[in-house]
């Protein structure tokens, strides 16, 4: 199989991470449509987004040890079935226990078998250019606030909610069915130029509980569940929070597509300076943009102003998260990669879980969303300190923690 295939897996990838975590994250949209519809909470609506995250740490983990042992194929495959079929029944239930349990449960698994599978099995196919072909990979989350969360939002306008978690659900088959058998796995040998040889970065015999041990794993497993722990509430809640702030609900819906957008340019640039300025210095420097950008949300009301801080918020929280399997590569090399950085993604979806539930709290209690971005500005700067920790030089020797 020629190296230009390798192109193939970027799209293929890129496209999988759009319509499955586009679905996933959809449920923000949903978020208002649903409370008035079925009297439920937010608290407990959100609270199915919690479960989507602490299943996807699970999934992602076991996801990425089934990829380093049958490939990344029939992984992908499962998932697309999943999550089809999760969302489908979800569309149907009329108790806010079964919802949560379909949505939270059987969407967040499948979600999971796309992120770690792909962005490994990417970062096998690359050597030179990794940064930018994982950036590529992880862009298709971008590309899912400008279309799946607008589709959502005009098939719930149309019909109702539950048609359109119906038509997504259905739609995620007709899509990731065909791309998950376009997937294979690397050719042994593989570099970006095409020619044989050992990749960089190997993990020399290294077992993954070793891995799992060393001072490089805990710092990337923190810093990775700090960063997602200080955005994944503002995200999640900045529909209805720019609603709560008298912006139209299309128009709230079009700062998540902003984001989204600024979240495909911010991967493709913060991977094109990890490859030329280094990984550690641009993900720090992201992760501080971050934190401050979600302490300036509490100073915003108009429309205009979300949306100057989404391209900021976005590009800035898009462009690190793929900047972590990249540093999981140099660490770790391509043998145990799929367990090892399945694990830290693990640890990344228990940070993400944290936000949307917390956030439903805070507005059921306060009916305001400031202790929300307060608190997830404190947790980013927390972030920022733990990056600080990552060793200068990622493709030495582990030190022991």
């Not at 367990?339 to 693990?346: E, L």
């Not at 640890?347 to 209690?365: E, K």
């Amino acid at each position: 199989m020629g190296t230009s295939y390798r192109w193939v897996i970027v799209a293929a990838g890129a496209l999988m991470t759009c319509v499955a975590l586009g679905a996933m994250f959809s449920l923000a949209i949903f978020l208002e449509p649903i409370s008035a519809d079925t009297s439920w909470s937010r608290a407990g609506i959100s609270s199915a987004m919690t479960l989507n995250f602490l299943v996807m740490g699970v999934g992602g983990f076991m996801w990425g040890a089934a990829t380093d042992r049958f490939g990344p194929r029939i992984v992908v495959l499962i998932g697309a079935v999943l999550l089809g079929l999760a969302l489908v029944l979800a569309s149907q239930v009329h108790s806010l226990l079964i919802f949560q349990g379909i949505y939270g449960v059987l969407v967040g698994l499948a979600a999971s078998a796309f992120f770690a599978p792909m962005i490994v099995t990417t970062t096998a196919w690359f050597d030179k250019h990794r940064s930018l072909a994982v950036s590529l990979v992880s862009a298709g989350m971008g590309v899912a606030p400008m279309t799946i969360s607008p589709f959502a939002r005009w098939l719930i306008t149309a019909y109702d909610w539950r048609t359109a978690m119906f038509y997504i659900g259905v739609m995620s088959w007709l899509l990731l069915v065909p791309a998950a058998l376009l997937v294979r796995r690397a050719p042994d040998g593989l570099t970006a130029d095409g020619e044989g040889g050992t990749v960089a970065g190997d993990s020399n015999g290294m077992t993954v509980g070793q891995a799992f041990r060393s001072m490089q794993f805990l710092v990337l497993g923190l810093t990775f569940f700090a960063c997602c722990m200080a955005h994944s509430g503002p995200i999640f809640h900045m529909v209805s929070y720019a609603m709560a702030c008298g912006v139209a609900p299309m128009a709230a819906v079009s700062i998540y597509s902003v984001e989204g957008l600024a979240g495909l340019g911010g991967r493709v640039v913060f991977g094109i300076l990890g490859d030329r300025l280094g990984v550690k210095p641009v993900l720090v420097a992201g992760l501080l943009i971050q934190a401050v950008v979600i302490a300036a949300y509490l100073m915003v009301s108009k429309l205009g102003e979300f949306y100057t801080l989404a391209v900021i918020f976005g590009a800035t929280y898009g462009g690190v998260m793929p900047l972590y399997a990249v540093l999981a590569r140099d660490y770790f090399g391509p043998r145990i990669l799929g367990t090892v950085f399945g694990a830290a993604t693990m640890l990344s979806c228990i940070g993400m879980a944290f936000g949307p539930l917390a956030g439903g709290w805070v507005y059921d209690a306060y009916a305001s969303y400031s202790w929300l971005f307060i608190g997830s500005a404190i947790v980013g700067l927390g972030a920022v300190a733990i990056a600080l920790a990552f060793p200068p030089q990622p493709r030495q020797k582990l030190q022991p923690a």
